[in-house]
């Protein structure tokens, strides 16, 4: 009969695995286990209301707004126009057009495809057809993310780009200098300045180096493919992300926090000489909302206000897509995480943000 001996390194192991030092995420898991029992013991109520709260903050976007509203029948629809468009050479011919500014600014030209493609139909769309064309034009990572930040500077949605204009219109403004300056030139004029300060890692492409972007299957076919596409991007990638911004908002709402964060908005959108309501409505609901309230009083308030709310609508807010769409589309569709995306969107609306202002307070007064 065999009998085991003990050293002193076999008892040594043995207590160093019984005393295992606590990590930092149990510690937090420990802390809030305890305020669970606490809430539970003196007031059982404040977990359901919490609950309540989250699923009165995603209910109506998920359900009214993405899964029975015209937003999940536009994204589906989208898709099909913008698979249409590509198969009918669409993309091959933007690739053309834009070939001869990249290479003045020493960039890969399929960096302009997504912010053309939003123009036309939707964001998430956008992504979804355009992040693969990137990687097959051989893009480098900074030329994806370049192309993030300037895509998210242009409206996604042609009826925000309608009301807008029909409120400078209301408001005495001349409507092509903006449009020009807010929509067309950051298209030439955010690669330029980002190839050069933040996202260096970019190369001058020689139109006979690109491959061919137009698919060679047929019609139907790809029209049926698309509508699943379209689908597929709702169901389990949009309302995902969405629901999960609006759980956090949720969250803060219950809280009592959410309130001064919005009041802090519409101070900031003041500051920027950006309508406060309809700043804040492009922000955390729709641009196309805040631009149907926006042309409505356009005729009363300062046309600097009316022009500012117009370049910050003309944008890919709002934050749900910011913080949720965008990261989780482009880290499918890209060679690009989700971090990676949602910094160059943040990026990019930073920029918007800034554009409101300059040409608000300083074009302005040269085009009323």
């Not at 192309?147 to 409120?167: C, D, E, K, Y």
Request: aromatic share 8%.
């Amino acid at each position: 009969m065999k009998t085991s001996v003990t050293t002193p390194d076999s008892k040594k192991a043995s207590i160093s695995e019984s005393k295992r030092a606590w990590k930092r995420i149990e510690v937090v898991g420990t802390v809030l286990l305890c305020i669970c029992l606490l809430l539970l013991m003196f007031s059982p109520a404040s977990l359901s209301g919490l609950f309540n709260s989250i699923m009165e903050s995603v209910q109506p976007v998920v359900v009214d707004v993405f899964l029975t509203g015209v937003v999940g029948t536009a994204i589906i629809v989208s898709v099909i126009i913008g698979r249409l468009l590509e198969r009918l050479g669409f993309t091959d011919a933007l690739v053309r057009i834009f070939v001869p500014a990249m290479k003045l600014i020493g960039v890969n030209p399929a960096v302009i495809i997504p912010s053309v493609y939003n123009i036309f139909g939707d964001i998430n769309a956008a992504g979804k057809i355009s992040g693969p064309i990137l990687k097959q034009a051989g893009a480098t990572r900074d030329e994806q993310k370049l192309a993030i930040a300037t895509m998210v500077q242009s409206q996604q949605s042609f009826s925000t780009f309608m009301l807008g204009m029909m409120a400078l219109t209301f408001a005495g403004v001349n409507v092509f200098v903006v449009v020009l300056l807010a929509v067309f030139l950051p298209l030439i004029l955010s690669p330029l300045l980002l190839s050069k300060v933040i996202y260096r890692d970019v190369k001058r492409v020689e139109i006979g180096n690109l491959p061919t972007f137009t698919p060679e299957r047929d019609f139907l076919p790809t029209m049926f493919s698309a509508a699943r596409e379209g689908v597929e991007l709702l169901l389990l990638i949009l309302i995902p992300a969405v629901a999960l911004v609006f759980a956090v908002i949720g969250v803060l709402d219950y809280i009592g926090v959410w309130t001064t964060i919005e009041s802090a908005l519409g101070s900031v959108m003041l500051l920027l000489n950006i309508h406060p309501e309809t700043g804040v409505l492009s922000i955390l609901v729709s641009p196309t909302l805040a631009m149907g309230q926006l042309q409505a009083m356009a005729g009363e308030i300062d046309p600097s206000l009316v022009v500012g709310s117009f370049v910050l609508a003309s944008s890919g807010l709002p934050l749900s897509a910011i913080f949720g769409q965008v990261p989780v589309v482009w880290a499918e569709s890209s060679d690009l995480s989700e971090r990676e995306a949602m910094g160059a969107a943040v990026l990019g609306i930073v920029i918007r943000l800034a554009t409101a202002f300059v040409i608000a307070f300083f074009v302005t007064p040269l085009v009323v």
